[in-house]
T-cell receptor, first 112, second 116 residues
């Protein structure tokens, strides 16, 4: 049981490049979330999903897109990376009816 | 907008010292509160949570937190810290009206450094 996994662990992009971050969970959780973590700002919610095929905007959605085609996967896309998107990205999931979220190990993204 | 505030950004303690990290939230209604911990190089883990009932909740590794509704606070405490408690600590609350979606609002985080 791997829990929540994220791919890749590290990435360096040039401004304007695109990439997709993959989050996978093997706990059959309905809900999945993408956060970004920046120094002094805690974690901020980018997008979330309450079930397969559904997505919704969080607190800081601009510049990101997401897809939840399969229940176990939640993809975060950056169409045209900007230096302001340099951050550590965390994925989380939770089961329906409970509040505890389980977090992945994070992806450290640097945009130059 | 709903917010969570952690007043201590960086705390340095010696082993065996007592710890209290402050957390205040802005919403005055029913709240669900959490403390998460992130050890160096690791992902966030849940320390403890409060939903209802006894306002003093106990978590893992000897941590506890007290919910004081009148002060909108949920401070984290530990009587005697260890070097292994060195980590970043986040207070969080479920966003108002988000009990169905589980959206969390996090505080800024407090970095705890315990000196051996």
């Amino acid at each position: 049981n791997a829990g929540v996994t994220q791919t890749p662990k590290f990435r360096v992009l040039k401004t304007g490049q695109s990439m997709t971050l993959l989050c996978a969970q093997d706990m059959n959780h309905e809900y999945m979330y993408w956060y970004r973590q920046d120094p002094g700002m805690g974690l901020r919610l980018i997008h979330y999903s309450v079930g397969e095929g559904t997505t919704a905007k969080g607190e800081v959605p601009d510049g990101y897109n997401v897809s939840r085609l399969k229940k176990q996967n939640f993809l975060l896309g950056l169409e045209s990376a900007a230096p302001s998107q340099t951050s550590v990205y965390f994925c989380a999931s939770k089961a329906s009816g409970v509040h505890e979220q389980y977090f992945g190990p994070g992806t450290r993204l640097t945009v130059t | 907008a709903q917010s969570v505030s952690q007043h201590n950004h960086h705390v340095i303690l010696s082993e065996a010292a007592s710890l209290e990290l402050g957390c205040n939230y802005s919403y005055g209604g029913t709240v669900n509160l959490f403390w998460y911990v992130q050890y160096p190089g690791q992902h966030l883990q849940l320390l403890l949570k409060y939903f209802s009932g006894d306002p003093l909740v106990k978590g893992i590794k000897g941590f506890e937190a007290e919910f004081i509704k009148s002060k909108f606070s949920f401070n984290l405490r530990k009587p005697s810290v260890q070097w292994s408690d060195t980590a970043e600590y986040f207070c969080a609350v479920i966003a108002y009206g988000s009990s169905n979606t589980g959206k969390l609002i996090f505080g800024q985080g407090t970095t705890l450094q315990v000196k051996p």
